[in-house]
């Protein structure tokens, strides 16, 4: 039996890659995003108009749009360089949207059987793993979509007997949204990082609904 996916984002390079890997696996995939389909995560409207036309049920939703900074900017080095513009766009792509499209994933998912819900995060938006500052934009917006993703897996876990929500951190990989930072970091190519999230994705448990998982399934803190 056929399974099938929905991959919100699809366009960037995670996103693009895990729809191909799903599709190797022989998974159909329904791919949505800025570039081909006129998604705007950030206005409610325009997902709640994407969405609604969605037939379903999917038995995986990925969620993997987001951005660093606010465009022509950089994250915040120093609290002196928080601004009201910055803030809001970033906030507007990493949590509003991730809200908006919550608000459909008790329609898009199968009411009976397993299925997954899974948002790209970032360890960065662990509150507990925050060490060294600085990001607060992307951290703080991180951060609250993991707050949504919570409050969604209780939600869903009275509804949907088996549907597994999870927050997701892919590790640093090699594509624009990361080009001007991954110096500092071991990166790994798209093809690599979507591999490794299906993976866990397709080995998640009940008991795992949630939770906070890196590329390798381990837990990360909240």
Known sequence: ???????????????AAVAQDLETRGWQVTRLSRAHDGLDISDQANVDAHLEAQNGPYELVF???????????????ALSQIRQESFEEV????TFGVAYVLRHVPKLLPKKGRSVLAVLTARVGSIG??????????????????????????????????????????????????????????????????????????????????????????????
């Open 63 to 77: 969620m993997a749009s987001g951005v660093l900074a606010a465009e022509g900017g950089a994250p915040e080095k």
């Open 129 to 222: 793993d925050n060490n060294i500052g600085g990001w607060h934009a992307y951290r703080a917006s991180k951060a609250a979509a993991n707050q949504l993703l919570r409050g969604a897996a209780i939600e869903l876990g009275r509804s949907h007997k088996e549907a597994i929500a999870v927050a997701l951190h892919p590790g640093t990989v090699a594509t624009d949204f990361t080009a001007n930072y991954a110096a500092r970091h071991t990166t790994v190519r798209p093809e690599a990082a979507a591999k490794n999230l299906v993976d866990v994705m397709l080995g998640l448990t009940p008991e795992d609904s949630g939770q906070f998982f890196d590329y390798a399934y381990k837990p990360i803190e909240w």
């Open 1 to 15: 039996m056929t399974q099938n996916a929905l991959i919100i984002g699809a366009s960037g390079g995670i996103g």
């Open 91 to 94: 906030f507007k792509v990493n």
